[in-house]
């Protein structure tokens, strides 16, 4: 099947073993050590199904987590979504959060991180905007990376790294259990907030 930009696209796998779970990865990235998956999904259990809104980075499926029609509702077991619900307008959370529901099985779940916000703009009240807090794979990180993005790899034309909306463990969780999710447990830590949302039925 061909989707946006001509690229072939792997879709979802059929026939595979019994007892294997189909993971999707959401807003995947390129395939290298950075971007690998939770360690709850590296076991031989998982099958993984990388998704991704931009084709380079070669995913199995081209589409955006806004609108997730290249996947088939309740068709997953788990989603792995890592620093990219903060890549879509505020407007459309509800739909990215609702598309995860849509694509879990009863019983599956979503694992989301996503940056702080309340965390950072403590950091950023004690008038630390600019200051690199962290060192990571795509260079040095700041509060003001947390909020808009980062900085070098959008300026170096990668516009997806852009962030244009934002959460709190209160918000976060609001609009999981908005979308459905009747179980959802946050922790919070490093700049950081990490949710594992629980479809019931």
Request: aromatic content about 6%; hydrophobic content about 40%; overall charge negative.
């Amino acid at each position: 099947m061909l989707r946006r930009g001509g690229r072939q696209q792997r879709g979802m796998p059929r026939n595979l073993p019994e007892g294997v779970r189909v993971l999707l990865h959401v807003g995947c990235g390129s395939r290298s050590e950075d971007n690998r998956v939770h360690p709850q999904f590296r076991g031989p259990e998982w099958h993984e199904v990388r998704l991704d809104i931009d084709p380079e980075v070669d995913p199995d499926i081209v589409d955006t987590i806004v609108d997730m029609r290249s996947v088939p509702s309740a068709s997953v077991d788990g989603i792995w979504s890592a620093h990219n619900i903060e890549h879509v307008y505020a407007h459309e959370v509800p739909a990215v959060l609702s598309e995860f529901f849509r694509v879990l099985r009863p019983g599956g779940f979503a694992r989301i991180e996503t940056p702080d916000l309340q965390e950072v703009a403590e950091r950023i009240a004690r008038g630390l905007l600019d200051e690199p807090f962290a060192r990571t794979p795509i260079g040095p990180l700041a509060a003001l990376d947390i909020v808009y993005g980062h900085s070098d790899s959008i300026a170096a034309e990668n516009v997806f790294m852009a962030h244009r909306t934002g959460y709190t463990k209160r918000s976060l969780e609001r609009r999981l259990r908005a979308a459905g999710f009747a179980e959802v447990e946050i922790e919070r830590g490093a700049m950081e907030l990490r949710a594992v949302a629980y479809r019931k039925s």
